[in-house]
């Protein structure tokens, strides 16, 4: 198995555009995780899936946000409009459902907004 | 607030010491997880120990857990220029979704 795959791994965009985000789970997996990495706020969850259901996205910043699970092996990010404190690096993680598993996690996409 | 979190923030050693980092949670959980991530990537799921568990081995890794103190440790023995890296707690508070710490960032000097 090749692992979580996302795409792209960089991403630069203007204030503005429309920024998507992009995930293929690891197969048999069934829990996806968005998470987002900044140097001041360190790892944050935004939003996880269970069997393709979003269950809780109390951490997704603000409308702008929006992630969908069209199947149970990708999943996508989107930002629109972006803005420049939206600039960090974004991981998906995802984990077979149950306890005691741990995640894997994904390369993740380095988005950068100017 | 954080539900873990991990000390010391940074820790420099020379090759071939031991490294210790701690992690300290506030409320009560099923497991905690440690992670690596070496710049640039993601991150590495290393240890998972259930609450019910007090220490787990995995080659150079060894994992305590006091839930009496809310705090674990992790320890790597005879460490390499490879271990640097930084290194993260999750703990699952009461069950729910795992909460990553800061982080303590180790740098082993060749």
């Known amino acids: 198995d090749a692992g979580v795959i996302q795409s792209p791994r960089h991403e630069v965009t203007e204030m503005g555009q429309e920024v998507t985000l992009r995930c293929k789970l690891i197969?048999?997996?069934?829990?996806l995780f968005w998470y987002r990495q900044t140097m001041m706020r360190g790892l944050e969850l935004l939003i996880y899936f269970n069997n393709n259901v979003p269950i809780d996205d109390s951490g997704m910043p603000e409308d702008r946000f929006s992630a969908k699970m069209p199947n149970a092996s990708f999943s996508t990010l989107k930002i629109q409009p972006s803005e420049p404190r939206d600039s960090a690096v974004y991981f998906c993680?995802?984990?077979?459902?149950?306890?005691?598993?741990?995640?894997?996690f994904g390369s993740g996409t380095r988005l950068t907004v100017v | 607030s954080q539900q873990g979190e991990e000390d010391p923030q940074a820790l420099s050693i020379q090759e071939g010491e031991n490294a210790t980092m701690n992690c300290s949670y506030k409320?009560?959980?099923?497991?905690l997880q440690w992670y690596r991530q070496n710049s640039g990537r993601g991150l590495v799921h290393l240890i998972l120990?259930?609450?019910?568990?007090r220490e787990k081995h995995s080659g150079r890794l060894r994992v305590t857990l006091d839930t009496s103190k809310k705090s674990s440790s992790l320890l790597i023995t005879a460490s390499r220029a490879a271990d640097t890296a930084s290194y993260f707690c999750a703990t699952d508070a009461h069950g729910q979704n795992f909460v990553f710490g800061p982080g303590t960032r180790l740098s082993v000097l060749p």
């Open positions: 197969s048999g997996h069934n829990s």
């Open positions: 120990i259930r609450s019910n568990e």
């Open positions: 409320t009560s959980i099923n497991n």
């Open positions: 993680a995802s984990t077979p459902t149950g306890e005691n598993y741990g995640y894997t």
